[in-house]
């Protein structure tokens, strides 16, 4: 680990940056910037983009409303609509309200429009066709494409990256607040979602522009991680539902139930729970590879080379991880299933309130809230944050070493891009500060809007950058 060296945070008008590399820890200077035309009193949008801070936010133009991204207006309208909020975590918001779209790396950025005509999208500055209603967008992982729904004389139709691609009689909808749901494959190529019909309620799966048959329902399908491959999960019935998985256009085997379907990594094989009257437990590339009754929790996980699996299964007593068919320790309950990169397993033990990590069969300390796990580029290190409630006590956990924060919140860590530092935010009592390697930076009013908003982040192995108010 290092001592600090810079530290680069936007206050809405100041930019604060540490001393050089042989600054002794904990030491730090400021030089001032000013972010012009942005305004205290509305919803501001801030985020990083590649070539450093963006900002969006609403603005009274001549003829109506505009939204003012990165200092440009973009076109008028009667107004910028409200939006749900955002899952973006290169965002930040200063207040509640109307709110950007950001896309992943900070490349892209959407809202909605409204005016006379209707209700549109405007992507980058560009505007989109005319709805009656429009739903937010679904960015590729990469944030090249992207693609959104609109309501148009009763026909539901899909857009993506401005160009309308296909017109369905509805779209069904698993995402926050039910709206219509579409999915990117993990290269951006490859774009699908389900179509439910107007009368009777069937549906079938669309993928690029091929309809599968009509099943009772419809999941939406599953990209591999890697490569073209799809799959999902269609279910037919009354009187007894069956369900299968489609996979390249091939209806596999019937199950009473069928959850989870898993690509490995390369995306050459595919896991699943499935049941029948005989036999469940895990599902490998449409083999059940159990004889028994085996009730799997959650989805299974494949090791970065897909040789192995593991998942977690309900057993008397509690919950168990099954590594390659071999049950491990049972605990009361499990969670947080994963892979190292050494192919040991990583995963949450729950004993009523408390939460322990383990992590190649060690078991961490127990803790009554546990934040996600950060892990390095290389996963070599891991971090995360962990607090007592009743205690007010929080705390950050580094390669299983526990540093002590008090009656405060931390933000999760985040480890520097070559794993030679680890930064957080302490919120205590009206302020807030960035720690890097235990030392602490200066103090702000509030950095990021929320302990819970991921807008801390490295631009490189000695620089730290979050949003602040002074």
């Not at 699908?192 to 099943?215: H, K, L, N, S």
Request: glycine share 12%; net charge negative; aromatic share 8%.
């Amino acid at each position: 680990m290092i001592s600090p060296r810079t530290l680069l945070g936007l206050v809405l008008a100041l930019l604060l940056t540490a001393c050089g590399d042989d600054a002794p820890p904990g030491t730090w200077s400021t030089a001032v910037r000013r972010l012009d035309g942005v305004p205290v009193d509305r919803s501001v949008t801030l985020w990083f983009g590649p070539d450093g801070v963006r900002t969006a936010h609403t603005a009274l133009v001549e003829g109506g409303e505009a939204m003012v991204v990165d200092g440009v207006p973009g076109p008028t309208c009667d107004a910028v609509e409200a939006t749900w909020g955002h899952e973006f975590s290169d965002v930040g918001t200063e207040s509640g309200g109307t709110t950007a779209f950001v896309g992943p790396q900070g490349r892209r950025v959407a809202y909605p429009a409204r005016a006379p005509e209707g209700s549109r999208w405007i992507v980058d500055g560009t505007p989109g066709p005319w709805f009656e209603r429009v739903w937010p967008p679904t960015y590729s992982a990469d944030g090249a494409h992207v693609a959104y729904v609109g309501e148009r004389n009763d026909r539901v139709i899909l857009v993506r990256d401005g160009q309308e691609v296909a017109e369905f009689e509805s779209i069904t909808g698993v995402g926050p607040g039910g709206w219509p749901s579409v999915v990117f494959s993990a290269d951006g190529t490859r774009l699908a979602c389900v179509e439910r019909a107007a009368e009777g309620g069937r549906e079938r799966a669309w993928i690029d522009g091929t309809f599968g048959p009509w099943f009772t329902e419809v999941r939406l399908p599953v990209f591999a991680p890697v490569g073209t491959d799809v799959a999902y999960v269609a279910i037919d019935g009354p009187p007894q539902a069956r369900m299968r998985i489609v996979r390249r256009g091939t209806i596999g085997p019937a199950f009473d139930d069928l959850r989870h379907p898993t690509f490995s990594r390369d995306g050459t094989r595919l896991a699943y729970y499935g049941r029948r009257s005989e036999t469940s437990g895990l599902v490998l590339d449409n083999v059940p590879q159990s004889d028994g009754h085996t009730d799997i929790v959650g989805a299974p996980v494949f090791s970065a080379d897909g040789a192995r699996v593991a998942y977690i299964a309900s057993v008397e007593g509690g919950w168990q991880v099954v590594l390659d068919g071999k049950p491990q320790a049972t605990h009361e309950r499990v969670s947080a299933l994963q892979f190292l990169a050494t192919g040991d397993v990583q995963y949450v033990a729950h004993t009523g309130d408390l939460h322990a990590l383990v992590r190649g069969g060690v078991r961490g300390p127990p803790f009554e809230h546990l934040g996600p796990v950060q892990a390095s580029a290389d996963g070599s290190q891991y971090a995360y944050r962990a607090m007592m409630m009743g205690e007010r006590r929080t705390s950050v956990v580094i390669n299983g070493q526990v540093r002590e924060m008090g009656d405060t919140w931390a933000t999760d860590p985040l480890f520097a891009p070559d794993g030679s530092a680890v930064a957080w935010v302490v919120h205590d009592t009206g302020k807030a500060q960035v720690v890097i390697d235990g030392e602490p930076g200066p103090l702000f009013e509030r950095l990021a809007p929320l302990p819970s908003d991921r807008s801390l982040r490295f631009r490189d192995a000695r620089t730290v950058a979050d949003f602040a108010r002074r």
